[in-house]
T-cell receptor, first 112, second 113 residues
C-alpha cells in the first residue's frame, strides 16, 4: 500500500489560515487522496478528497501537486473547533472499495 | 438523519464474558465497517460489510464475530477477549462500498479486565 508522511504536530493561531502538508511519493495513478479529521473524544470525520485537481468544499481546500507526490489541506480560517488530528489517506480506486488505511496523522493545535 | 449511533458508550468486561457492541444508521447506507483504535494510535480496519454480506475480514481473531442482521444494523460480538483488546471500537458507514465519504460513530470504549 502506498504510504503517507505527515508532521506529527502543528500549531496555528485562531482565525489564521492553516496549511497541513502530506507527502505520498509512492502514490499510484489510481489512488485518491482523502483527508479525515478526528476531534477529541469523537470518531473520525470526512473532510475532503481529490484525485488530480484541486478541490474546495465548505470545510477546506485540497491542493494537489502536479506530480501528485504531495498534497496540502488548507483550512482558510482556523477556529478552536478545528483542533484535531488530521489524517491524510490514500485510497485505491480499484475493486478494493473504500478501505481506509490511516497513517499517523498531524495533531493540529489552535491557539486563541 | 446523518448519524451513526453506537451503544454502549463504555463497556467493561472480564475475559470470560460474552458481550456485543451495536451500531445503527438510518441513512440508507449499504456498506458498514468496524475499526479498532488503540490509545494515541490511528484507527485500524477490522471488517467491511457490503449489502449485509461480509466483504473484508482483516485477519481479525475469531474472538471478534461481526454480524449484519439488516442494512441499518451492525453488531460486533465479543467472547474470550484479552486485556490487549481494550480499545475504542468505531463503526462507520458509507452509501456504497466504493463511495468516498465514510460516516463514523463516536465509538464504544472497551476495557477488558
Amino acid at each position: 500500500d502506498a504510504k503517507t508522511t505527515q508532521p506529527n504536530s502543528m500549531e496555528s493561531n485562531e482565525e489564521e489560515p492553516v496549511h497541513l502538508p502530506c507527502n505520498h511519493s509512492t502514490i499510484s495513478g489510481t489512488d485518491y487522496i482523502h483527508w479525515y479529521r478526528q476531534l477529541p473524544s469523537q470518531g473520525p470525520e470526512y473532510v475532503i478528497h481529490g484525485l488530480t485537481s484541486n478541490v474546495n468544499n465548505r470545510m477546506a481546500s485540497l491542493a494537489i501537486a502536479e506530480d501528485r507526490k504531495s498534497s496540502t489541506l488548507i483550512l482558510h480560517r482556523a477556529t478552536l473547533r478545528d483542533a484535531a488530528v488530521y489524517y491524510c489517506i490514500l485510497r485505491a480506486s480499484n475493486n478494493a472499495g473504500n478501505m481506509l488505511t490511516f497513517g499517523g496523522g498531524t495533531r493540529l493545535m489552535v491557539k486563541p | 438523519d446523518t448519524e451513526v449511533t453506537q451503544t454502549p458508550k463504555h463497556l467493561v468486561m472480564g475475559m470470560t464474558n460474552k458481550k456485543s457492541l451495536k451500531c445503527e444508521q438510518h441513512m440508507g447506507h449499504r456498506a458498514m465497517y468496524w475499526y479498532k483504535q488503540k490509545a494515541k494510535k490511528p484507527p485500524e480496519l477490522m471488517f467491511v460489510y457490503s449489502y449485509e454480506k461480509l466483504s473484508i475480514n482483516e485477519s481479525v481473531p475469531s474472538r471478534f464475530s461481526p454480524e449484519c442482521p439488516n442494512s441499518s444494523l451492525l453488531n460486533l460480538h465479543l467472547h474470550a477477549l484479552q486485556p490487549e483488546d481494550s480499545a475504542l471500537y468505531l463503526c462507520a458507514s458509507s452509501q456504497e462500498w466504493a463511495h468516498h465519504e465514510q460516516f463514523f460513530g463516536p465509538g464504544t470504549r472497551l476495557t477488558v479486565l
